[in-house]
């Protein structure tokens, strides 16, 4: 294997695919990152066997091949060459790639490319796409609610939901839940579910650009789902199991509604969680709703915060505590300004959605007093 590029061009491909590379040492090879080369394309993929990922750079190959390359090292050397004109040449009997530049090289043990396990790709199975932009507003909208280190494998990951061409995207870690909806191409002629670890949607809502005349493509099977844009492809396993019935949740009826800008409630939050108490890991944040008004207190031993914010009400009054923190995750990824909040009780889940928009909502459970 032979070929020229330049530094920019190795740096893309090695950040596009590290996510995915094993930092376990039980599979050596897994530790690296896989190269060939073929049609002056350069194609870089990593796999930790939970998710792969492959893409491609343009590169002028001298001659075609492959090697594995150790990730750590690879990427701290090409991080640290000079902008210039790049040379590759892996030696097959020494399992060598040697890197040229200006005057000097460098040479790096590697694993032939026959020990990498490679990265299937999904052909059959239910098919639909959708636009990047609007997917990564998907993921970033829902995805923070699922408890990645949950040991219950169902809260990890987000139920992507395609019913004719609405795609719905939902996660929860059972104290709080995220539901968007927005328009697909569906290419199934079916409706049909899945649960995707939200460590893979993080990951590829992180590769995408934000490119109006891309399509993102999303494959899936049983077992495995894929997500392919240009040059760019993961495959992820899915979740096995049952996601919770989360419409079972959304309360129908409401005793007191609010509305209210997104901007002023979050910078009274902010503010306000500087001086929350914990109790049972919780940051205990209370709400006092009255005629027109919204009294957020905070105190503890270092201090107290009281603000009073004009809203629009409609109903009584009503004092609930929430955990803070749970309510600034949900206002740094909301993506609207206007907020209308629908409040059953003390005890009830208080829903927030964007005003005059069904298309999202963010169901949150309170604190007991």
Same mark, same amino acid.
């Given at each position: 294997?032979?070929?020229?590029?330049?530094?920019?061009?190795?740096?893309? =491909?090695?950040?596009?695919? @590290?996510?995915?590379?094993?930092?376990? =040492?039980?599979?050596?090879?897994?530790?690296?990152?896989?190269?060939?080369?073929?049609?002056?394309?350069?194609?870089?993929?990593?796999?930790?066997?939970?998710?792969?990922?492959?893409? /491609?750079?343009?590169?002028?190959?001298?001659?075609? =091949?492959?090697?594995?390359?150790?990730?750590?090292?690879?990427?701290?050397?090409?991080?640290?060459?000079?902008?210039? !004109?790049?040379?590759?040449?892996?030696?097959?009997?020494?399992?060598?790639?040697? $890197? +040229?530049?200006?005057?000097? +090289?460098?040479?790096?043990? *590697?694993?032939?490319?026959?020990?990498?396990?490679?990265?299937?790709?999904?052909?059959?199975?239910?098919?639909?796409?959708?636009?990047?932009?609007?997917?990564?507003?998907?993921?970033? @909208?829902?995805?923070?609610?699922?408890? $990645?280190?949950?040991?219950?494998?169902?809260?990890? =990951?987000?139920?992507?939901?395609?019913?004719?061409?609405?795609?719905?995207?939902?996660?929860?870690?059972?104290?709080?839940?995220?539901?968007? /909806?927005?328009?697909?191409?569906?290419?199934?002629? +079916?409706?049909?579910?899945? $649960?995707?670890?939200?460590?893979?949607?993080?990951?590829?809502?992180?590769?995408?650009?934000?490119?109006?005349?891309?399509?993102?493509?999303?494959? *899936? !099977?049983?077992? @495995?789902?894929?997500?392919? *844009?240009?040059?760019?492809?993961?495959?992820?396993?899915?979740?096995?199991?049952?996601?919770?019935?989360?419409?079972?949740?959304?309360?129908?009826?409401?005793? %007191?509604?609010?509305?209210?800008?997104?901007?002023?409630? @979050? +910078?009274? $939050?902010?503010?306000?969680?500087?001086?929350?108490?914990?109790?049972?890991?919780?940051?205990?944040?209370?709400?006092?709703?009255?005629?027109?008004?919204?009294? %957020?207190?905070?105190?503890?031993?270092?201090?107290?915060? !009281?603000?009073?914010?004009?809203?629009?009400?409609?109903?009584?009054?009503?004092?609930?505590?929430? !955990?803070?923190?749970?309510?600034?995750?949900?206002?740094?990824?909301?993506?609207?300004?206007?907020?209308?909040?629908?409040?059953?009780?003390?005890?009830?889940?208080?829903?927030?959605?964007?005003?005059?928009?069904?298309?999202?909502?963010?169901?949150?459970?309170?604190?007991?007093?």
């Amino acid at each position: 294997m032979k070929f020229t590029s330049t530094k920019e061009n190795m740096l893309s =491909g090695i950040n596009t695919v @590290q996510k995915a590379i094993s930092n376990k =040492g039980a599979i050596p090879v897994l530790t690296g990152i896989y190269l060939k080369t073929e049609n002056n394309r350069l194609t870089f993929a990593a796999t930790d066997l939970e998710i792969g990922i492959t893409c /491609t750079e343009p590169v002028q190959v001298l001659e075609e =091949g492959h090697v594995v390359v150790p990730a750590h090292f690879f990427a701290e050397i090409v991080r640290r060459l000079p902008n210039t !004109n790049l040379m590759f040449t892996y030696d097959d009997e020494t399992v060598t790639l040697k $890197i +040229e530049y200006d005057q000097a +090289e460098t040479n790096i043990k *590697c694993w032939r490319g026959e020990e990498f396990p490679g990265i299937a790709s999904l052909e059959d199975g239910k098919i639909f796409t959708i636009n990047p932009a609007v997917f990564k507003s998907l993921v970033k @909208q829902t995805g923070f609610c699922a408890n $990645i280190g949950d040991p219950r494998p169902i809260f990890t =990951g987000a139920l992507m939901e395609v019913e004719s061409n609405n795609l719905t995207m939902v996660s929860t870690d059972s104290h709080r839940l995220a539901v968007k /909806t927005c328009k697909v191409d569906n290419l199934t002629a +079916e409706n049909f579910k899945m $649960i995707v670890p939200v460590k893979s949607l993080n990951e590829i809502s992180r590769i995408l650009k934000d490119d109006n005349e891309d399509v993102l493509t999303i494959r *899936c !099977n049983d077992r @495995q789902v894929s997500f392919e *844009c240009k040059d760019v492809r993961l495959l992820s396993r899915l979740v096995d199991g049952v996601f919770p019935n989360y419409r079972q949740v959304i309360p129908a009826e409401y005793a %007191i509604m609010m509305k209210a800008k997104k901007k002023h409630l @979050q +910078e009274s $939050i902010d503010r306000a969680s500087l001086f929350v108490p914990e109790r049972d890991g919780s940051s205990v944040l209370r709400f006092n709703l009255s005629d027109g008004n919204l009294n %957020i207190v905070s105190k503890s031993e270092y201090g107290m915060v !009281n603000e009073n914010i004009p809203v629009y009400t409609e109903g009584g009054e009503l004092s609930i505590l929430f !955990n803070a923190k749970y309510l600034t995750d949900a206002f740094k990824n909301m993506d609207f300004d206007d907020l209308d909040v629908k409040l059953g009780g003390p005890l009830s889940p208080a829903v927030f959605r964007p005003l005059n928009d069904e298309s999202f909502l963010y169901l949150l459970l309170p604190l007991r007093g």
